[in-house]
């Protein structure tokens, strides 16, 4: 932990969480517990974007789950249903000060419990976080509009995904109540996570809840192709076909074409990949 002999009025109290939001509601705790809320300079930062430095004098907080609850439950009763969604949502951005205007915006609150903090665009964490949750709420429509899934040997629809921000926990209640009969599951690749649904355990006709898996192998996240069940491959096929042949060439505007479908989104899509022998892709309209 870095040590600095710089007088206390300058020097930055960084609180460092571990990376989750049960950590950073431990962190908020801990600086109201210790009284820090006004302490010049004070940082909250995920222990994931912390680099430490001889003008810092960090804190580890671990996290406690009662201590989290107590502060969950009081933003609830201050912030309601709607400003709890921009909390979450804003901290599932993973900007890397994004703990720091969270937690402005949360004393703002604190300070000021009768005003309608969440609608004050002009204070500057206020504005950062509107931002950010709406940058978020674009990734969660795009993923629910993007995401491909690909039919294995094993029975399972499987689907990769690297969405800019980390919105697999906002998405995964639109595929469960949509795709309630079959197994499925969506990997988050850049995080190294993802969700399963296993249709066998639905009961009374209710869908079943949502697993999170970590240990994929690395032959499904590099080469899923291999693991296509021969329904998949025709599929592939047949869906390729259909997308290249309803083009109209004259009508092609590929810059208005990235701007609805970004091309970081293509390397999923199974309609912009080329199968071997795709003859078929050449057929004339």
């Known amino acids: 932990m870095p040590l600095h002999s710089t007088p206390a009025l300058t020097t930055p109290t960084v609180i460092v969480y571990e990376s989750s939001f049960e950590g950073w509601l431990s962190a908020v705790f ?8 006004n302490q010049p300079y004070l940082q909250l930062i995920d222990i994931n974007d912390y680099q430490p430095s001889l003008i810092d004098t960090a804190t580890y907080v671990a996290v406690d789950e009662n201590k989290a609850q107590r502060v969950l439950t009081k933003l609830n009763t201050l912030l309601g249903r709607s400003g709890m969604r921009q909390i979450l949502w804003g ?12 937690f402005e915006v949360v004393k ?5 419990p009768n005003r309608q903090v969440l609608q004050d665009l002009g204070n500057l964490s206020v504005l950062e976080l509107s931002q950010t949750v709406k940058s978020v709420g674009r990734e969660k429509h795009r993923m629910e509009a993007f995401v491909r899934f690909e039919h294995t040997t094993e029975d399972i629809y499987f689907a990769r995904v690297e969405p800019d921000f980390n919105v697999l926990p906002l998405i ?8 309630q009969d079959q197994q499925w599951a969506i990997y988050d690749i850049k995080r ?15 869908p079943a809840e949502l697993q999170t898996i970590v240990d994929v ?56 990949q080329v199968l071997p022998n795709a003859e078929h892709l050449s057929q004339s309209r």
Not at 30 to 37: A, P
Not at 96 to 101: F, L, N, Q, W
Not at 172 to 179: I, L, N, P, S
């Open 30 to 37: 801990y600086v109201y517990e210790r009284k820090l809320q």
């Open 91 to 102: 901290f599932l951005s993973e900007k890397a000060e994004i703990g720091s205007t969270l």
């Open 108 to 112: 703002y609150a604190l300070d000021y």
């Open 172 to 179: 995964g209640e639109h595929f469960r109540q949509r795709y």
């Open 192 to 206: 190294g996570y993802g969700l399963f649904y296993d249709q066998s355990k639905a009961v009374d006709n209710k």
């Open 217 to 272: 192998a690395d032959e499904v996240l590099l080469n899923p192709s291999s693991l296509h069940s021969e329904q998949e491959k025709q599929y592939q096929k047949f869906w390729q076909g259909y997308f290249a042949n309803i083009n109209i060439k004259e009508r092609k505007n590929p810059r208005l074409h990235r701007q609805y479908l970004p091309q970081r989104y293509w390397k999923y899509l199974t309609e912009k």
